[in-house]
């Protein structure tokens, strides 16, 4: 157990439909980052919140949005799904606001399937 | 903006052999560290080994060592005495800087045979 909690596992929704992913940051760790992995694009960096304001943002697509909660929680909406948006979510902790030398912790992902 | 380029899409080996996986970069930074993912069939993304670029010193950590060139901008893996459990996709990783995340490589599948 990597301390890092991401729920549910797996998803399956059809297109069209919004969804939300949760994530806990393991304890003490105030930065929260989302990556997708998918066949096509490989690991993709997302978006990246610190003690709850957003710090810094990759290849999201406007149909996604990210918040980071008072008890460091975070969540990951997927709106207006459609079939390519299919991939692994990862959600990976880390200490400060930058991932410094000790790379991140990550979560064991959260497979969605878009139908 | 950086790169990282993974040139192996596969690899297979004998349990106990030894491998590099290859891994070359492109960065602007001076100062960064440098990071090995494996994903094992589980997808857990941990860390193996991580490297900073200011050092010197290749980093070891058990069976497994980097060989870092920072000129050449390479940075390989090698694992000594490969176990079966050691089969997991690899990823070099290199931070894209600042408060972004990571730039991953398309990664590495590698397969031991007992």
């Known amino acids: 157990d990597s301390g890092v909690t991401q729920t549910p596992k797996h998803l399956i929704t059809a297109t069209g439909q919004r969804v939300t992913l949760r994530c806990s940051p393991r304890?003490?760790?105030?930065?929260v980052y989302w990556y997708q992995q998918s066949l096509d694009q490989g690991l993709q960096f997302l978006i990246h919140?610190?003690?709850?304001?957003?710090?810094a943002k990759g290849n999201i697509l406007e149909r996604f949005s990210a918040q980071q909660f008072p008890d460091l929680h975070s969540e990951l909406n997927l709106s207006s799904l459609e079939l390519g948006d299919s991939a692994l979510y990862f959600c990976?902790?880390?200490?400060?606001?930058?991932?410094?030398?000790?790379?991140?912790?990550f979560g064991s992902g959260t497979r969605l399937t878009v139908v | 903006a950086q790169t990282v380029t993974q040139s192996q899409p596969e690899m297979s080996v004998q349990e106990a052999e030894t491998v590099t996986l290859s891994c070359t970069y492109d960065?602007?930074?001076?100062?960064?560290?440098l990071f090995w993912y494996k994903q094992p069939p589980s997808r857990q993304m941990i860390l193996v080994i991580r490297?900073?670029?200011?050092?010197?010193q290749n980093a070891t950590e058990n069976r497994f060592s980097v060989n870092f060139q920072k000129a050449a901008k390479s940075f390989s893996l090698k694992i000594s005495d490969s176990q079966l459990g050691d089969t997991a996709m690899y990823f070099c990783a290199l931070p894209r800087g600042g408060a972004d995340g990571l730039t991953f490589g398309k990664g590495t599948h590698l397969i031991i045979q007992p």
């Open positions: 990976a902790s880390s200490a400060g606001e930058r991932q410094g030398s000790y790379g991140y912790t």
């Open positions: 960065t602007s930074e001076n100062n960064y560290y």
């Open positions: 919140y610190y003690n709850g304001e957003e710090r």
């Open positions: 304890s003490g760790d105030l930065s």
């Open positions: 490297q900073e670029a200011y050092k010197q």
